[in-house]
């Protein structure tokens, strides 16, 4: 059940970020930009941890 709440959640972080990168792009505001960055940068880490819950299964 983690998996799937993991990989989910790390989909919207990443799509989010992508859309803040584009309105700091687009804005010429590199803070904006920057935040993109870090939550695209989670959301990586997100679908990861979800990978790897599912590589486990009921190990863990």
Excluded: F, H, S, W
């Excluded at 959640?9 to 993109?36: C, Q, S, T």
Aim: no cysteine; proline share 2%.
């Amino acid at each position: 059940m983690g998996e799937l709440t993991d990989k989910l959640k790390g989909a919207g972080n990443e799509a989010m970020g992508k859309v803040k990168r584009a309105l700091g792009d687009a804005a010429d505001r590199p803070d904006i930009r920057a935040e993109g960055d870090a939550q695209e940068a989670v959301g990586d880490l997100q679908k990861a941890r979800g990978e790897v819950k599912g590589a486990l299964g009921d190990k863990i």
